[in-house]
């Protein structure tokens, strides 16, 4: 047997495996119902078409950043989620032209946003936060 069988057969690799695929799962599906809660508003109760887009791509952020740093704590993926979510808000405080360009593209638009409004940071919290209690629910299902 080789080294990679070998390290793939350890319990905790394993275990790191099937999290990573599960959290690019939850990144997916927050893209798929963010774009969806911003294609759909019109038949949304007006809270969810308001806040709902936000919160998902925060927590699609807590996903990504899950994905990458399976192997530490989630309070760890929790700092660098808000860090980079109000980092990108901030950043939508600067209205150069170059940027302004960009923001003017389709993926421009969805990862840089457009103006800052200080509610989005409450968003983005909300999401991050229920990103990482839900992980919490759903792995102590599972590990019982």
Known sequence: MNRENRRFLNPLRRHSFYLRISFFVAFVLCIALGLASR???EVLPSFVSLHAGDALWAMMIYFGF????VEKPIYYSIGCAV???FGIELS???QADWINALRST???SLVLGHGYLMVDLFRYAAGIFAAALLEKILH???IR
């Not at 899950?66 to 740093?69: A, K, N, S, Y």
């Open 39 to 41: 294609r759909f508003a």
């Open 66 to 69: 899950r994905f990458l740093l």
């Open 83 to 85: 860090l980079f979510s």
């Open 92 to 94: 939508q405080l600067y």
């Open 106 to 108: 389709v993926p421009g």
């Open 140 to 142: 102590s299902s599972f």
